[in-house]
């Protein structure tokens, strides 16, 4: 079984901190993506990566930055966190492919708020 | 700009009965069509999917229409269980991109 799993499930900042939002995957994917999702929007894609180092911008990536240092994991970073960044944020992977390939497996989620 | 819409935010069946779930997209580039199912305090799950070469995939209760003519695809789920309330995702892809709509909330009545 594709296991995804996020370090939080609930955390709690103030405006102007800056927020780690950690995901590791353990099925060797290439693949890993973060999104949030908000009610009446869906998932909204904030950053891809398809290798170690490799990043690419998705739907809404400002405010964001990743990093992806080895292959299992991929860490989302609040530079400076606003409350309209208040979210569910899903951490997925997938097999190497474009980013709409393959089926996506998804991490539990963190529920972020900002204060 | 939604790419992927389910227009309808819940839906409530009764337990046994056909639940349909349905989405329009609007990008004619998209050849894969998928289904998640996601419920509370847990990630989404992926359920079922379908390339642009077929019109009907089936698993199980779960089938997956696609009319390509109309851009749209539906889930079918018969019989539904109380099991199956839950969000459901459909998402639609290229192969550079994966899109998502904003989920429809089943609620299985026993």
């Known amino acids: 079984d594709v296991k995804v799993t996020q370090s939080s499930r609930y955390l709690v900042k103030r405006t102007g901190e800056k927020v780690f939002l950690e995901c590791v995957q353990d099925?060797?994917?290439?693949?890993m993506f973060w999104y949030r999702q908000d009610p009446g929007l869906g998932l909204r894609l904030i950053y891809f990566?398809?290798?170690?180092?490799?990043?690419e911008k998705g739907d809404i990536p400002e405010g964001y930055s990743v990093s992806r240092e080895k292959k299992e994991r991929f860490s989302l970073i609040l530079e400076s966190a606003s409350t309209n960044q208040t979210s569910m944020y899903l951490c997925?992977?997938?097999?190497?492919?474009?980013?709409?390939?393959?089926?996506?497996?998804f991490g539990p989620g963190t529920r972020l708020t900002v204060t | 700009d939604q790419q992927v819409k389910q227009n309808s935010p819940s839906l409530s069946v009764q337990e046994g009965r056909i639940s349909i779930l349905n989405c329009d997209y609007t990008?004619?580039?998209?050849?894969?069509f998928l289904w998640y199912k996601k419920y509370p305090a847990e990630g989404p799950t992926f359920l079922i999917s379908?390339?642009?070469?077929?019109d009907k995939n089936e698993d199980g209760r779960f089938t997956v229409f696609l009319n390509k003519s109309a851009k749209h695809l539906s889930l079918h789920i018969v019989p539904s269980q109380p099991g199956d309330s839950a969000v459901y995702f459909c998402?639609?892809?290229?192969?550079?991109?994966?899109?998502f709509g904003a989920g429809t909330r089943l609620t299985v009545k026993p």
């Open positions: 997925a992977s997938s097999l190497l492919g474009g980013a709409g390939s393959y089926e996506q497996y």
């Open positions: 099925m060797d994917h290439e693949n």
């Open positions: 990566s398809y290798d170690v180092k490799m990043k």
């Open positions: 990008n004619s580039m998209f050849d894969y």
């Open positions: 379908i390339s642009s070469i077929k």
């Open positions: 998402a639609a892809s290229d192969n550079n991109d994966m899109r």
